[in-house]
């Protein structure tokens, strides 16, 4: 299995979850979160590069904070102040080399996905 996300669940408004990706396609590179919800297309919510700089997306600046553990080749996305808009099936990828954003299309390996909950 390539990356493995674990941590969803459900959450009341106001909230905080934590979701967790590791997998033997885990990037020093490039990593990132992304969300979809019934209806919606795929959207970027964070994403870290080598360097550890990171960007997000409009709807989650402030609320979310990505983060990773190299040595543990582990990814994590911190949620807080959840609402029920942030409710969506949310899934990371990676990328094995430098030049990489919020699109989706820029990642080559994704994980099944876990699904986030928010009432």
């Known amino acids: 299995v390539q990356l493995v996300e674990s941590g969803g669940g459900s959450a009341q408004a106001g909230g905080s979850l934590r979701l967790s990706c590791t997998g033997s396609?885990?990037?020093?590179?490039?990593m990132g979160w992304f969300r979809q919800a019934p209806g919606k297309e795929r959207e970027g919510a964070a994403r870290?590069?080598?360097?550890?700089?990171?960007i997000y997306a409009d709807s989650v600046k402030g609320r979310f904070t990505i983060s990773r553990d190299n040595a543990k080749k582990t990814l994590y996305l911190q949620m807080d102040s959840l609402t029920p808009e942030d409710t969506a099936m949310y899934y990371c990828?990676?990328?094995?080399?430098?030049?990489?954003?919020?699109?989706?299309?820029?990642?080559?390996?994704w994980g099944q996905g876990t699904q986030v909950t928010v009432s």
């Open positions: 990828a990676a990328r094995s080399t430098i030049g990489c954003s919020l699109v989706a299309r820029e990642y080559a390996y």
């Open positions: 870290i590069v080598v360097n550890d700089f990171t």
């Open positions: 396609a885990y990037s020093s590179y490039c």
